[in-house]
């Protein structure tokens, strides 16, 4: 079984939603909770950006183009974090990595993709 694992992507219309989830079964809990958790996207031709992270406060932050559409959140007990997004548009396609902070791990990336 993989140590991460990515679900939720898929294709889907302009106008719709989708909620990727990921888990990581290596991180032992007492340093899962102290962990920043974030995802990252990376379009064709594009570098990796930051869509969002929060910390293990709950206090959470938004790239610029994703604010009021997409909302992070996490479930320690889990080990898992969440992304919901909202209002998918075109420019929000690609793939999608989950990250967990200062451990390091990624997960394996999750194709999105937001047809017009």
């Known amino acids: 079984q993989a140590q991460v694992q990515e679900s939720g992507g898929g294709l889907v219309q302009a106008g719709g939603s989708l909620r990727l989830s990921c888990r990581n079964s290596r991180i032992i809990l007492s340093t899962f909770w102290g962990i920043e958790l974030g995802w990252y996207r990376q379009a064709p031709g594009k570098q990796r950006e930051l869509v969002a992270n929060i910390n293990s406060d709950g206090s959470t932050n938004y790239g610029d183009s994703v604010k009021g559409r997409f909302t992070i959140s996490r479930d320690d007990g889990k080990r898992s974090v969440f992304l919901q997004m909202d209002n998918l548009n075109p420019d929000d396609t690609g793939v999608y990595y989950c990250?967990?902070?200062?451990?390091?791990?990624w997960g394996q990336g999750i194709q999105v993709t937001v047809s017009s």
């Open positions: 990250h967990f902070g200062s451990t390091n791990y």
